[in-house]
């Protein structure tokens, strides 16, 4: 696709929508990737983990929380979901050029981290993790699809996202 200019402003003007439809292709394939690493995560909680990367391998419940969860009521056998109010506190935001995948409950932070008395249970980091390849592509599609004038980047080019 050639495309010529008459003029300086002409092609200054063409410049300046590139940028806009960058941004809004970069802004849209962030959205994709922030949600479904936020239902990735949202789908570890409640089922053991294996290691993942950097990321360890969930150790089993200590059979003091085990007996506590029963006393209470909640289901056993499933690391970190007792109301399911963990799971739900889990959202994304994107901006301009990034997105954020967390949770305002800071209990998720200990979990993800562990504390002297709780092994690390990382939930963010995995679900990331599991997720670079297809944040590669879709950011990839989304970056050329802005660079194109926002066309849709077709498959045999390499990517197998079309960003619309």
Excluded: C
Aim: zero cysteines.
């Amino acid at each position: 696709m050639t495309q010529q200019f008459n003029s300086l402003a002409a092609f200054a003007s063409h410049l300046m929508k590139l940028e806009v439809t960058e941004a809004i292709a970069l802004h849209h394939g962030l959205e994709v990737v922030a949600a479904r690493v936020e239902k990735d995560a949202k789908d570890e909680i409640g089922h053991y983990q294996q290691a993942a990367g950097a990321f360890p391998a969930w150790q089993q419940l200590a059979d003091s929380t085990e007996k506590e969860k029963a006393r209470l009521g909640y289901p056993q056998d499933a690391p970190l979901l007792r109301t399911g109010n963990l799971r739900d506190s889990i959202s994304h935001e994107v901006g301009a050029l990034e997105a954020v995948v967390g949770s305002p409950d800071e209990v998720l932070v200990y979990q993800e981290i562990g504390t002297q008395h709780i092994p690390p249970r990382p939930v963010l980091g995995p679900a990331l993790y599991h997720n670079q390849k297809m944040v590669q592509k879709v950011l990839g599609a989304a970056l050329a699809s802005g660079l194109l004038g926002h066309q849709k980047i077709k498959p045999n080019l390499g990517y197998d996202y079309e960003i619309d």
